[in-house]
């Protein structure tokens, strides 16, 4: 479970960009966080693996205290969340199956890193996880010659390799044409049903946002002002969520 109790985060240049934000999130869920540009979206997905630092309040993640981790604990909460960004960070010239092979990288020993050796064991879990993406006729494939919605299956295969029980999507689909944006939605759908992940994703397309996530969270002004079942979001609800300014965020996406 991931908890936020009282949750502030000011920047350096002192602008409080989350301010009392108190949540639940049960393993298991799928979560879209809605909102318009700068409403602290991404803030608030990047403090719950210490991407960014909460300034007050409490953010335990399956009862672990977030805030005070320090070097190699928080490496250790990071194996167990994993993250989709927009631009896929792959790395390009190397095949779908090198770039999932990575996610083992920080648990291996010095001189399998330094030579690049991997286990029989870890070839299979990679090509594992390429195949529940169905993705694995592209193993040996360069990743800049995949689709960008193929490049994204690489990237939440890369993940998956991982075993997180959380995955944090940052506008996983915001570079995708409208048809492989459904695709990848129904992706972490599949992936959320099946492997009961956690799953919350900062998102602009809402239709996407109400038609795949099961739990809504919008955020106006660093502020939680909805939160609840996708089924019960209406457009009054919307309006409040989007100050009014849906149809102008909805032209920019
Ligand atoms: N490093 C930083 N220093 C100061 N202010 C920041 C910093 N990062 C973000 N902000 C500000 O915090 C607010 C929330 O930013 P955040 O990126 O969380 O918004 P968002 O809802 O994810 O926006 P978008 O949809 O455009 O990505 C914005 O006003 C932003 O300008």
Redesign the pocket.
């Known amino acids: 479970m991931i908890e936020f109790q009282h949750v502030h985060k000011s920047?350096?240049?002192g602008?409080i960009?989350l301010k009392d934000i108190n949540l639940k999130i049960e393993q298991g869920e799928y979560v879209a966080v809605i909102?318009?540009?700068?409403?602290?979206?991404?803030?608030?997905i990047?403090c719950i693996n210490r991407m960014h630092d909460i300034t007050d309040g409490s953010l335990q993640v399956n009862g672990v205290e977030v805030s005070t981790l320090k070097g190699q604990e928080i490496r250790t909460l990071r194996r167990g969340i994993g993250m989709i960004f927009q631009s896929f960070n792959l790395v390009s010239r190397m095949s779908a199956l090198k770039n999932v092979l990575v996610s083992f990288v920080p648990d291996m020993p010095f001189w399998r890193k330094a030579l690049g050796i991997f286990t029989k064991q870890q070839k299979i879990e990679a090509l594992e996880a390429l195949d529940q993406m169905k993705i694995l006729d592209k193993s040996f494939t360069r990743v800049d010659q995949l689709s960008g919605g193929q490049q994204q299956r690489v990237a939440l295969a890369r993940t998956l390799a991982q075993k997180p029980q959380i995955i944090l999507a940052d506008?996983p689909v915001a570079s995708l044409d409208p048809v492989t944006a459904q695709q990848v939605m129904s992706d972490f759908q599949r992936i959320n049903e099946e492997l009961n992940m956690t799953i919350i994703m900062?998102i602009?397309h809402v239709e996407l946002a109400l038609e795949y996530a099961t739990r809504v969270i919008g955020?106006r002004n660093?502020e939680i002002v909805y939160d609840g079942p996708a089924s019960a979001v209406t457009e009054n609800v919307l309006n409040h969520i989007y100050n009014g300014k849906l149809k102008e965020e909805l032209t920019m996406v």
């Open positions: 920047y350096n240049n602008f960009a909102g318009l540009s700068g409403a602290g979206k991404s803030t608030l990047r506008e900062n602009h955020i660093g």
